[in-house]
């Protein structure tokens, strides 16, 4: 029962990539990761094959924007989570040819709690969350108090949570359960520079105005 992700993340993989998502000696090139265990923490070293800070981009879709900023940044690692397999299979044909890139088809919540070592993740991105609208669904959304703070938990020191969405009172609903989180404080946005994903570019078309928020970790050194 443990294996069952990672089975249905190698099958997921595209055809003509099978192959290297079983072959250990080409495991270094390869943007697919291989779970030993659903309890062992990610060995980012291992997984890279490099030492470098990290960033996540949660619920990447189909990797758009995680491709252009890896490429942008290249001395930095990036992990993109995803859950639809529609999704993540254009993410991993994406990322392929991209060596700074990896993914991974999973709950993002899950890999945020108890795959990503504490104090580990340079940024978070988590760029246009689903906002499920209908109050009856809000129990459907990404951000809890409990995984701000497993988010809290994974970053490194002064390291940050980016959100972006179009959802005005999703926003005032994450930044209310921020202030409630002391080892994270708000800070200004203002500066952001990243590449579009395909949700921004769709938002940008239609004209929708996008918000931003800026999480940052300020916990001391414990
Ligand atoms: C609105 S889309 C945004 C995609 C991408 N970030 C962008 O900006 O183009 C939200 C994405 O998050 C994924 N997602 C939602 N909840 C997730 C979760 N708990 N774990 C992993 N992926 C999730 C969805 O499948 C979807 O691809």
Redesign the pocket.
Known sequence: MLRRPLLSFLHSVPAGQMDSAHRSESFRGSPLIELESLLNRLDAKKIFGRRAALHV??????G??LCALAQRIPEKNFLG????LG?FRSAAVKVANIRNVRVLR????YVVRYLLPPRSVETFYL????PWPKRRHWRRR?VTPDLLRAISQALVQGGTLLVATDHVSYLEKIKEIAQTNLDLAIVDPASVDLPQ????RVFQQKGVAIHWLELRNVSPVR
């Open positions: 981009d949660l619920g990447c879709g189909d758009s924007f989570i995803e859950r639809l999704r999973m709950e993002s919540s760029l246009f969350p689903d990404f994903s395909k949700f921004a």
